[in-house]
Every structure is written in C-alpha cells, then in structure tokens.
Nanobody
Framework: QVQLVESGGGLVQAGGSLRLSCAASATISSINVMGWYRQAPGKQRELVATITSGGTTNYADSVKGRFTISRDNAKNTVYLQMNSLKPEDTAVYYC????????WGQGTQVTVSS
C-alpha cells in the first residue's frame, strides 16, 4: 500500500505560479512512475505530467514550457512547478504512483482567476 498526500493547491491569479507537492509513504526511488493528473468539473481526468525512476519526463501539450515535474528521492516527494498559470488550468490535481498498480492521492484544488 502506498499513501499519497498532495499539498500546495490554492487560488492564484492568471500568470502566477504554484508548486504542488506529493508526499509518498514509500521510498519513491522504488516507484517506477509518478505523475500528476487533473480533472475539472464535468471533464475527464487528464494527464498533466509523469516522471520515471530514471528521470524521464512526459508532459501534456497544454502545459509544456510552463509546468515542470520533478522528484526528490530523499524526501519521498514529487513536485509539480506550475508557472504562467491560466484559468483553464483550474482543476483538482491528483498525484499518481505506479508500483505494479496505480495509487492515487486525494487531490488538491487549483483555482486560477482571470
């Protein structure tokens, strides 16, 4: 069992920045893939970014150049640095870890005002 706890969400003005954190109950060096997904009301959950244990990253086209995913193995934490935020980034952001199966955090709300 892997427990994931997201933090760092909140209300920010367009053009601003937020950094989301996902603290894992397991040593993340043993987690093959960690990532961030988001879901806006009435919409499907979509991939935002992923990072492998080897450091390979993948981003949705909508966030490339603005968001950066990273991991700190010493702190068992994965981050999502979000810059140049837009109102369309408003969603609940979920952390995901994959160790033979997928584990999800409870989500953290990000709201970007115009």
């Amino acid at each position: 069992q892997v427990q994931l706890v997201e933090s760092g969400g909140g209300l920010v003005q367009a053009g601003g920045s937020l950094r989301l954190s996902c603290a894992a109950s397991a040593t993340i060096s043993s987690i093959n893939v960690m990532g961030w997904y988001r879901q806006a009301p009435g919409k499907q959950r979509e991939l935002v970014a992923t990072i492998t244990s080897g450091g390979t990253t993948n981003y949705a086209d909508s966030v490339k150049g603005r968001f950066t995913i990273s991991r700190d193995n010493a702190k068992n934490t994965v981050y999502l640095q979000m810059n140049s935020l837009k109102p369309e980034d408003t969603a609940v952001y979920y952390c995901k870890a994959t160790i033979y199966r997928n584990y999800w955090g409870q989500g953290t709300q990000v709201t970007v005002s115009s």
